[in-house]
Antibody, heavy 118, light 112 residues
Framework: EVHLVESGGGLVQPGGSLRLLCTASRFTLSESWMAWVRQTPGKGLEWVANINPDGSSVYHADSVRGRFTISRDNAKNSLSLQMNGLRVEDTSVYYC???????????WGQGTKVTVSS | DVVMTQSPLSLPVTLGQSASISCTSSRSLEHSNGNTYLTWFHQRPGQSPRRLIYKVSNRDYGVPDRFSGSGSGTDFTLRISRVEAEDVGVYYCMQGTQWPPTFGQGTKVEIK
């Protein structure tokens, strides 16, 4: 069975940084568009960023542009989200996701929790 | 951004009965390529979302045929016939036609 596994979440102070990592098992991540989506009880689901198979095209939501960077290492079958300048409102569960066609996510990771608090 | 509005937000249903969830978008979701990128997800408590339906009406492999999607333009519906206990959870619609992709608020389905 194919899987996505996220890691790297945790508690960080406002203004701090975290790097989330997503690794894929039983499928070749380099063949797919990939994305990060976050979920909070209050704001629901929010698209954060996505990246094309070879990493040459990236898109970030307005709410994170300039602070977060999506990237991938196809040799390591992994996806990353570098998060700088974290804000309280970035507190969420972050999901790694496979985006096969115009955001119609067909595979989600289990999520990693990020808490931004002083 | 395209706003996705679901109704109802809470839906108590009787086992064996049918249920419908509406999803309305603030703009047409028909892409210039002729496709309509409207997706439905189901999220059980404590789990990640799972895709049920893509491009309005295409059911994913393994999704029971009790689930069906319909609609066009700005109005879409997810229908569940013969609700079973495993169908509880939150259902989300999502559009991928316009950047950024956006989700509905979610509809919580529970058994009466």
């Amino acid at each position: 069975e194919v899987h996505l596994v996220e890691s790297g979440g945790g508690l960080v102070q406002p203004g701090g940084s975290l790097r989330l990592l997503c690794t894929a098992s039983r499928f070749t991540l380099s063949e797919s568009w990939m994305a990060w989506v976050r979920q909070t009880p209050g704001k629901g689901l929010e698209w954060v960023a996505n990246i094309n198979p070879d990493g040459s095209s990236v898109y970030h939501a307005d709410s994170v542009r300039g602070r977060f960077t999506i990237s991938r290492d196809n040799a390591k079958n992994s996806l990353s989200l570098q998060m700088n300048g974290l804000r309280v409102e970035d507190t969420s569960v972050y999901y790694c996701a496979r985006d096969p066609d115009f955001a119609a996510i067909d595979l989600w990771g289990q999520g990693t929790k990020v808490t931004v608090s002083s | 951004d395209v706003v996705m509005t679901q109704s109802p937000l809470s839906l108590p249903v009787t086992l064996g009965q049918s249920a419908s969830i509406s999803c309305t978008s603030s703009r047409s979701l028909e892409h210039s390529n002729g496709n309509t990128y409207l997706t439905w997800f189901h999220q059980r408590p404590g789990q990640s979302p799972r895709r049920l339906i893509y491009k309005v009406s295409n059911r994913d492999y393994g999704v029971p045929d009790r689930f069906s999607g319909s609609g066009s333009g700005t109005d879409f519906t997810l229908r569940i016939s013969r609700v079973e206990a495993e169908d509880v959870g939150v259902y989300y619609c999502m559009q991928g036609t316009q950047w950024p992709p956006t989700f509905g608020q979610g509809t919580k389905v529970e058994i009466k």
